[in-house]
């Protein structure tokens, strides 16, 4: 439960502009991401849990599991590094 | 007991207008804040005439064609020479241009204005300022100190007084380190040897002491705001400077909305009871908290961009201080929302130059601004 909270307090300052570009509102750092980070963070937004998100990924792309588990942590890595998600939501 | 010096008003504005003085009127490649104020004034408050205080007939708002430029301008002696020129320029100036309120745009200057504000007060004339207490504690030297005492994070600053305490701090505090002068200029030093030729570069313009600070590579976030003097702030715009000049001068900014930056700020300005315009400058190293390096005690140059988004700072100011009853409303600057510096030529004459050399003071225009507004 906390780490939810955490992690929906962290995503709300998320603002998309289209489906490549994110603004942080209360770091205020622009982001272009990928269309697969933006189903990722759209996917955390709505809800998912980050084991959920191979799954998702995975019917999404039609890639197979393993591909899908890479691409997942890859990606929620590079967010975390970024700053675009704080390490709450980091697998 | 309030003496004005008795001479009337001699603008030819009408003898009732009053006026707002206004310095640091020049915008290049370290912009001062004065046209961004009187831009901002302007907008909400046309009926004003601008009165600005100038240091040099090449202050760029004096050729203006825009609303950021004086509609009077008097040469001023430098900040150096001290209160009592100050005053004596001044008396001149209320006498002739109706002043009721001063805002100095300057950081040297604040000073002098501080120790002139009884007179200025006798006198009918106003100025937003903080205490002499509180300018001294947030002063390059003792910000340091400060944030410690308010458990606030900060980068290492050593006040230093000569070559063998700047080397040894510098040692102390690991390479890459700020060279600064107590008052203006900053300077990277990676090694020694360039830590030396900083030194001797600010040296010779600032004098010793200088100071040391660790050098924190981050993002800056800046908030400027009004102090009530009691504690509260009346209002502030926080920005994220996303396009820096080679000096760290701003030149992009976009507003977030960070409690714990919010928070902060609350806490610096109940400290000090800072009365009046200020700026708190932060950096921000990734995994580290706000580190607050320096705190200005007037506008910034960026101030016409919240009073653009109908968060008027200024005038808010002008109305506090003059007691207006209805004050303007103000927005929240909503995060997102930005600001692009845009640099262009203004045409001149170089009889402009010579008027305001020779003589003292210019007028650059009497009834176009006013116009320009109606």
Redesign the interface.
């Known amino acids: 439960m906390r780490n939810n909270v955490a992690k929906k307090h962290n995503l709300q300052e998320l ?1 998309f502009y289209g489906e490549e570009f994110v ?1 942080n ?6 982001y272009r991401i990928s269309s697969t980070a933006g189903f990722i963070l759209h996917s955390l937004i709505a809800g998912a849990e980050n084991e959920q998100l191979v799954d998702l990924v995975q019917a999404h792309y039609d890639v197979n599991q393993a591909t899908a588990v890479r691409d997942v942590e890859l990606l929620l890595n590079n967010l975390v590094e970024l ?1 675009v998600i704080d390490r709450h939501c980091a697998p | 007991m309030n003496s004005r010096p008795s001479s009337p008003p001699i603008n030819d504005m009408g003898n009732n207008m009053k006026s707002i003085a206004i310095s640091g009127l020049h915008r290049g490649e370290n912009p001062q804040p004065g046209p961004s104020v009187i831009a901002s004034i302007r907008r909400l408050l046309p009926t004003f005439r601008i009165v600005g205080l100038s240091y040099d007939p090449l202050e760029s708002s004096l050729y203006s064609q825009q609303s950021d430029h004086p509609d009077v301008a008097y040469s001023m002696p430098y900040p150096e020479i001290g209160p009592d020129a100050l005053l004596e320029r001044l008396e001149t100036i209320i006498k002739r241009e109706n002043v009721v309120l001063i805002i100095p745009c300057l950081d040297l200057e604040i000073p002098n204005f501080i120790s002139i504000s009884a007179k200025l007060r006798d006198w009918g004339v106003q100025c937003s300022l903080p205490t002499k207490t509180s300018l001294d504690a947030i002063s390059k030297s003792n910000l340091y100190n400060f944030c410690h005492q308010l458990n606030i994070y900060s980068p290492e600053t050593k006040l230093v007084m000569n070559e063998f305490e700047l080397e040894q701090a510098a040692e102390e505090i690991g390479y890459p380190v700020y060279v600064k002068g107590r008052l203006y200029e900053a300077q990277l030093a990676n090694s020694k040897q360039e830590l030396l030729k900083a030194s001797n570069s600010i040296a010779k313009t600032w004098s010793w002491p200088l100071l040391v600070q660790e050098a924190l590579i981050g ?1 800056e ?1 800046d908030i400027v705001g009004l102090g009530d003097g009691h504690g509260s702030i009346i209002k502030t715009c926080t ?2 400077k ?1 396009q820096r000049s080679s000096t760290g001068k701003g030149f992009a900014g ?6 714990e930056l919010e928070q902060l700020a609350q806490r610096i300005i109940k400290r000090l009871r800072w009365n009046g315009p200020f700026e708190l400058e932060f950096l ?1 190293v ?1 995994g580290k908290p706000h580190a607050l390096f320096e705190i200005n005690p007037r506008f910034p140059a960026w101030v016409d961009f919240p009073s653009q988004i109908a968060c008027n700072l200024p005038v808010r100011l002008v109305e506090g201080i003059l007691g207006t009853r209805v004050l303007t409303p103000m927005n929240t600057c909503a ?2 929302q930005m600001f692009v510096r845009h640099c262009i030529d203004l045409v001149g004459d170089v009889a402009d130059i010579a008027e305001m050399s020779s003589t003292g003071e210019r007028i650059i225009t009497q009834h176009k601004a006013q116009l320009e507004v109606i």
Request: aromatic letters at 12%.
């Open positions: 603002r603004f509102t209360v770091s205020g750092m622009c700053g | 993002e976030y920005i994220r996303f976009i507003v977030v909305e960070d409690p921000k990734h995060a997102g």
